[in-house]
């Protein structure tokens, strides 16, 4: 009786997950496979191998892996650094990460829109000290670094848990075997935080790939990835079928980039470190 009830407390999850992840999943696969007649036809699938929508997706690829890259970069030696200043409560370590994203994405995003803008604040400060304005506005550069900026904390977060998960007595053993910080990172620290590493770089790639929000505000329209395609295949043109083809090429990249995940991170490694 009393496992009964416990499952039926799942039972409003269950009608969540129906209701708004698998109806929605199937309404875009039928589409995806159907014409305007609802005749089953491949041609919205393939129609990613048009010049147009390859182009997207090569450069929503080529973005979303140098988002990547620089959130990588960026977050490791930051969590080292924190995870070195044996801070007492960890909770208050994602506290300061979180902390940006109360507020609301698109404020955030306008923000840099101004400050990047030609009478922003950057070029007011290079005008200031007699160096040339400079065009980030409207540019793949302003795409890449506001989504640098908002998918941060996804990268820092999974990486700096993985790092104090590493039982201090462990590196203790390998100095007092003579192994130096060069020898302690590459043999010790860095093969313990690969899952870390594996699961921020999936969390920051996949809505690299997907976003088009960011692209909209930062490129101006002129920086066109697949998410904006797709965008504009349902809300300007109407054509669901052809949108929902190229979600399902999207939806492909994704399968795969969380499969990988779980391929590396077999300990559950996440973003919980409180």
Known sequence: MYKFKRQFLAGPYLIWIIGFIVLPILMILYYGITDSSGSFTLENILAIASPIHMKSLLLSLKTAVLCTIICLVLSYPLAMILNSLQLKSQSFVVFIFVLPMWMNFMLRILAWQLLLSNNGI??????????????LLNTPSAVVFGMVYDFLPFMILPIYNAMSRIRKDIID??????????????????????????????????????????????????????GNVIEQEFMQNMDWNMGSGLSIVLMIFVIASMALMNSYNKEGEGTAVW
């Not at 070029?123 to 400079?134: A, D, M, R």
């Not at 909209?216 to 990835?225: A, I, S, Y």
């Open 122 to 135: 950057l070029n007011t400060i290079l005008e200031t000290i007699g160096l040339p304005k400079v065009q």
């Open 173 to 226: 053993a390998a100095r007092d075997l003579g192994a130096g910080n060069f020898l302690v990172f590459v043999k010790i620290i860095l093969p313990l935080t690969v899952s870390g590493m594996i699961s921020g770089i999936i969390m920051v790639f996949v809505p690299a790939l997907t976003s088009f929000v960011i692209s909209d505000l930062l490129g101006g329209g002129k920086v066109l990835l697949i």
